[in-house]
């Protein structure tokens, strides 16, 4: 799991659930994971033992709130604006871990940013003495980087107050204050040699070794002596990354100057103002009357939904790596379904500069011939596959032209879907009229949204319905009417042959003409307007999805008999999916229910996995980007229901 990130578009930090740092991506968000682990570690002098951090008790959270002398006691910290620090409850993007040892008598707590337009990362080590006598120890931070994703050909070095890691055109420079007093660079996990924190490990002492290359890893260590019972130390650590030496060079420089550890409250001010856009909404005035948890998710949802964005409009399905080692492959690439998902929550979240830059990359990485291919890397190149060829799923061609029209309705702004029509909105609605199985005027066959089997599937032609009639609507409002004419008549056809995929005798949506399951994704015939959301055939269906898909811990399956990573196990957005069918038809108890469900099932940190499992456990990748964004659209979804009741009454 990933409980913690920290990201400004160009660079994104993911820390385990065991405090230790696993991802640094750089310089795309999900593209070029240089790091094996970073991992800190103390070593008491008095009792001659060395423990890693990681295997103490752990508290890991965001920090939501902060004291009153927070920002004015960090060393170094230019105070110039702290009266315009606001106390009390901040969905902020700091990061707050602690660590605790009894046997130990020690307390560290641990703050984590990532400068929100700069490309470094802060680490702030508070460490408490909470034994009866005074200690002396020293507290060590090991590196084991993947420059480049593989460790040959890397290099360390140690120059005055600066560690720096290089391989190529990435480079990671490490300093501190108050500054190290002990380093070691050398060879590691390689022809069995472990690393240089074998030397602390045995005596707490460093071999000082100023550079090495290869196969490598480094070690600093800050002493702290004569720590009194109750008495806390701090040790500032920033890590400083670019393309160049003098880049990251230049960076340490001026953070020295202003006063380094300014990040948290440039880090503070920065979400505050990200969050204080959504809060503007009207709908959003009833948000404090949610539970605080409710509450507490839908920000983290908004600021985990960004994280995983890319400056160039990319949008990852998750930065979690470690799902690598169920497969051979990571979650870490942008699927345009995913990616429209996210256009869609922002937009509703008036974030429109943000779905502005996803359709413009969904226009550059669209076919010649119109359609979107399985899934990219955050550089725009086609991904890794298991789809045969033509290697198409419809519904990812049809999501971005419904995410696009979507844009229309939330901001009505003509320049954007002007700006698209030729790159984007036309050649994809081209495509999909000629997609059309003229036997059955459903879309041809291709995979379904879980990529798991081909066919003609409801959820597929309720998207690509969606998509042409979007594209129609777009066509009609700049003046195009041959087009507005194609595409509405095709979207008709889709919708008419979509409604035959209603079984009587069942009494729900089948998957698709030859699958009669019952599947959540069904959703999408009331969604995306086939149907109304009280039509009898859509309640009838929503009814059998929430008596048959329902788990034992109260969240929703994907369909009857699901094996992956476990057997029918809970999904956030399916869940969601229900909650929203409740809000539409008026349910508003009953879909608050599942919202809350949904921000139960949260890591401590407000971080919502892919799956939840019918004994609570977390399944598949944490986080999931698109759990994130379906829990935004819910809750708004939730909040204007319960605003217009009030209109009403």
């Not at 990201?7 to 593209?31: A, K």
């Not at 902020?92 to 641990?110: M, P, Y």
């Not at 009866?132 to 140690?158: C, H, M, W």
């Not at 056809?493 to 069942?506: E, G, K, V």
């Amino acid at each position: 799991m990933r409980p913690l990130l920290f990201g400004n578009g160009r660079l994104l930090i993911c820390e385990d659930e065991l405090g230790i740092i696993r991802d640094i991506y750089y310089p795309y968000v999900g593209l070029e994971n240089h790091c094996n682990m970073i991992r800190v570690g103390i070593y008491d002098a008095n009792l001659r033992v060395f423990s890693w951090l990681d295997r103490w008790g752990i508290q890991q959270r965001y920090k939501s709130s902060f004291e009153k002398n927070f920002f004015e006691t960090l060393e170094d910290l230019k105070t110039d604006d702290r009266k315009n620090m606001e106390i009390g409850f901040c969905a902020s993007n700091i990061g707050e871990t602690i660590f605790e040892n009894q046997s130990l008598g020690l307390r560290v707590r641990v703050l984590d940013a990532v400068h929100p337009s700069s490309n470094y990362f802060y680490r702030l080590f508070d460490v408490m003495n909470i034994s009866p006598s005074s200690r002396d120890i020293s507290l060590f931070s090991n590196q084991n980087y993947n420059i480049l994703e593989n460790k040959i050909g890397e290099t360390a070095f140690v120059d005055g107050d600066m560690l720096i890691h290089y391989k190529r055109d990435r480079y990671f420079l490490h300093s501190s204050y108050p500054q190290f007093d002990q380093y070691a660079v050398g060879v590691a996990e390689w022809k069995g040699m472990q690393g240089t924190w074998k030397d602390m490990e045995e005596d707490g002492m460093l071999s000082c070794n100023a550079v090495a290359h290869g196969s490598i890893d480094s070690t600093i260590s800050w002493r702290i002596s004569g720590i009194r019972p109750g008495e806390s130390r701090r040790i500032h650590m920033w890590i400083v990354v670019g393309r160049g030496h003098r880049q990251v060079v230049d960076i340490h420089r001026k953070m020295k100057e202003n006063g380094p550890a300014n990040v948290y409250r440039i880090s503070f001010n920065f979400w505050k103002a990200f969050i204080e856009h959504v809060d503007a909404l009207p709908e959003c005035r009833n948000l404090r009357e949610l539970p605080e948890k409710v509450q507490d998710a839908f920000y983290r949802s908004l600021m985990a939904t960004v994280a995983h964005m890319d400056v160039n409009g990319s949008i990852i399905a998750s930065c979690d790596s470690e799902i690598k080692q169920f497969g051979a492959d990571l979650y870490t690439y942008c699927w345009p379904r995913d990616a429209s998902w996210a256009c869609i929550a922002l937009d509703r979240a008036r974030y429109h500069h943000l779905s502005k830059e996803i359709i413009d990359f969904l226009s550059k990485i669209i076919t010649v011939d119109g359609y979107f291919l399985h899934k990219y890397t955050p550089a725009g190149d086609f991904g890794s596959t298991w789809h045969p060829v033509p290697m198409i799923q419809l519904d990812e061609t049809g999501l971005p032209l419904y995410a696009l029209y979507h844009n229309w309705l939330m901001s009505k702004d003509v320049w954007i879907i002007g700006r698209y029509f030729s790159s984007l909105v036309r050649p994809a609605a081209e495509f999909l009229v000629g997609s059309i199985d003229r036997t059955t005027n459903l879309p041809a066959e291709s995979f379904d949204l879980w990529e798991e089997r081909r066919g003609s599937h409801a959820y597929t032609a309720a998207v690509v319905h969606a998509g042409l009639r979007g594209a129609s609507e777009i066509a009609r409002i700049l003046g195009n009417e041959k087009f507005h004419s194609r595409w509405s008549q095709a979207a008709e056809l889709i919708r008419h042959a979509a409604l035959d995929l209603y079984d009587d005798s069942i009494m729900h949506f089948s998957r698709s003409p030859s699958d009669s399951t019952l599947d959540a994704s069904v959703f999408s015939i009331w969604y995306f307007e086939l149907l109304p959301a009280n039509d009898p055939r859509v309640v009838n269906t929503m009814r059998a999805i929430e008596r048959e898909l329902t788990r034992p811990s109260g969240g929703v399956a994907r369909y009857m008999h699901d094996s992956y990573h476990g057997y029918m196990n809970s999904w956030i957005i399916c869940t969601l999916w229900l909650a929203q069918w409740h809000i539409a038809v008026g349910s508003l108890d009953r879909a608050l229910e599942l919202i809350k469900w949904c921000s139960d099932h949260t890591f401590s940190t407000g971080l919502m996995p892919e799956q939840v499992s019918d004994d609570n456990t977390f399944r598949s990748v944490l986080p999931l980007m698109w759990s994130h964004c379906t829990f935004v659209l819910a809750v708004l979804e939730y909040l204007r229901a319960v605003s217009d009741n009030q209109r009403k009454e």
